[in-house]
């Protein structure tokens, strides 16, 4: 039998690759394809466990979901309720612009919208609290 490339390996009568040229990359996109929200909740699982003290996440979308239009701030939201964690939707399609510039102002105006107002009410509940014990 003549040996034949596939996935980047030679194989000769086995059924399967004797390796693949990419395992992880292979997994992820099938989870990916059939199961978003098993990727999701695996993702944050991860996030947790290699960075126990992160108080956020941001999702940074590319060209692909700027054509196809997908709702990434409805997956923020939702995941926020679900990871009890600040999730920012960066909707910057490429960084766009001749010096990408464009892009990092997208960028900064989410972190605006979507950070700020939580620290804003955390601040003002704050200072209530101190008026409050101020006054008794």
Sequence with gaps: MIPQDVDG???ASVSRPIRVANPAR???DEVQAK????????????????FPLNRGV??????PIGLIGDDIEAVA???TKEINKTV??????GFRGVSQSLGHHIANDSIRD???????????????????????
Excluded: G, N
């Design 9 to 11: 390996a030679f194989t």
């Design 77 to 79: 939201k939702k995941s």
């Design 35 to 50: 199961h978003p929200d098993i990727l999701a909740t695996m993702l944050f699982l991860e996030l947790e466990e290699l």
């Design 114 to 136: 979507w950070v700020f107002p939580k620290a804003d009410k955390a601040k003002k509940m704050e200072l209530y609290s101190l008026k409050e014990l101020s006054t008794m």
């Design 58 to 63: 941001s999702i940074q979308s590319e060209c």
């Design 26 to 28: 292979r997994h992820i």
């Design 88 to 93: 920012v939707p960066v909707r910057c399609e």
